[in-house]
């Protein structure tokens, strides 16, 4: 390529990833403003609604922030909010918030969380455990306090282990000071889950690029992510995780296997043209690819130009209506959206199952229906891809749109919010 061709190409690089970059950053801006703003104290129903008797919640004791729960005069124990203590803890996408209620003898006598950036199907899932619940429930301050999970041998709730973990860990970093700990869970934890999320974004990333025996590498690849990465960790990248992530900052330290894997399936295509991600690693997509292959031909529908145009728009414009929910604090469920809860298989919601189901079917009569007409995470990951030879053009006006519309609902986000907190959610 000549020189002024290479320039022009990296400066259109540098454009879309700097577009990309503000949206993202409004809408950490954002929610970090609003997390300040939204700062709950803690209030008496919510601790009834565990300890009955309780009829005093005095928000104010002591400096480590502990209210006092008491009832007719006698002190019962207290209550804390692991927010904002634990608030860099992330499960599997982002905190979660835990209001702890300590017995007079300082055991955990019960907990609730109180809001969760995780997949609200995760958080259910979690909130409605017992077994998990009476794991922690009668444990004293002192076991708890600065521990983890994994050191406390709890195990994680089927289906919502990264949830589950962050409860128990935000509750041990929340409780460390009461006993003058330091929490043990702020380092960069490297398990075997990410060391096969590693492996899984390196072997995307050579099979992008090499090309001798690639069908046959590519095919037995394919069956590693559909079986590993789908149904055994469940690590599809989803817009409920990139949403989460431009909520609360990348995870780096607490799943730096599936941060990498999100970085790798964003920054390659953008920096080489070279899809990563969609082309070699997505299970969902690799399903889609399979049915296509062995569906009779005769299911095949030929989509009219006129059909084609506006739904090859969906997948962008769903794009523009999570940004903006981001923004604005709209209660979207990101999961719902998209088909990839259903990878976890007893856990997944109907919807999502039926939403998966419903792709699969229609990937036999159109290939890759859901990936060319209904993907939002593909479309994000496709709107910044810059191959070589790429040039000024549609794309690239649909992320100015993008980026307008953001910084507009950014510049204007309380009369939106004010207007939303009327409507009948
Ligand atoms: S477009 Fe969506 S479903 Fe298709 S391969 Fe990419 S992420 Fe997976």
Do not use: K
């Amino acid at each position: 390529m000549r020189r002024g061709g290479a320039v022009r190409v990296w400066l259109l690089r540098v454009w879309r990833l700097a577009a990309l970059g503000t949206v993202f950053t409004l809408v950490l801006w954002n929610a970090a403003a609003q997390r300040g703003r939204d700062a709950r104290p803690i209030g008496l129903r919510e601790v009834q609604a565990l300890w009955g008797d309780v009829a005093v919640v005095d928000p104010e004791v002591g400096p480590l922030g502990r209210a006092l729960v008491s009832w007719d005069g006698a002190t019962l124990g207290h209550a804390l909010s692991t927010s904002p203590a634990a608030d860099r803890l992330v499960g599997y996408a982002g905190p979660t918030e835990v209001l702890v209620l300590l017995d007079g003898d300082d055991r955990l006598r019960d907990f609730r969380i109180r809001e969760s950036a995780d997949t609200p199907g995760h958080v259910r899932d979690v909130a409605d455990d017992e077994r998990f619940a009476a794991a922690l429930r009668g444990r004293s301050v002192a076991e708890l306090a600065g521990a983890t999970a994994e050191e406390l041998g709890i195990d994680g709730v089927s289906g919502a282990t990264r949830t589950s973990a962050c409860v128990v860990d935000s509750i041990g970093l929340r409780l460390a000071p009461l006993l003058g700990r330091e929490g043990s869970a702020n380092g960069v934890v490297v398990g075997m889950r990410d060391l096969g999320l590693f492996a899984v974004a390196l072997g995307g990333l050579a099979l992008a690029f090499v090309r001798r025996a690639r069908r046959r590498l590519r095919r037995l690849y394919q069956v590693v992510c559909v079986v590993w990465l789908g149904l055994v960790v469940t690590d599809l990248l989803s817009w409920s995780l990139f949403g989460a992530w431009a909520l609360h900052g990348l995870p780096w330290r607490a799943t730096p296997g599936l941060a990498a894997l999100g970085a790798v399936s964003l920054l390659v295509p953008w920096a080489t043209g070279r899809s990563v991600y969609c082309a070699q690693v997505c299970p969902h997509g690799a399903l889609q690819e399979w049915v296509g292959r062995i569906a009779p031909r005769g299911l095949r529908v030929e989509l009219p130009a006129a059909v084609r145009g506006p739904l090859a728009a969906l997948p962008m414009l769903s794009v523009f209506l999570i940004v903006g929910a981001l923004l604005v604090g709209l209660p979207l469920d990101l999961a719902a959206l998209e088909p990839f809860d259903a990878w976890l298989l007893g856990a997944a919601s109907l919807a999502s199952i039926a939403l998966a189901v419903f792709t699969l079917l229609a990937s036999a009569a159109v290939p890759m229906a859901y990936c060319r007409y209904g993907c939002p995470t593909g479309a994000l990951l496709e709107s910044i891809r810059t191959p070589s030879t790429a040039r000024l053009g549609r794309r690239d006006l649909v992320l100015a749109l993008l980026l307008a519309f953001a910084v507009l609902l950014f510049t204007c986000r309380d009369t939106a919010r004010a207007t939303l907190a009327g409507m009948p959610w």
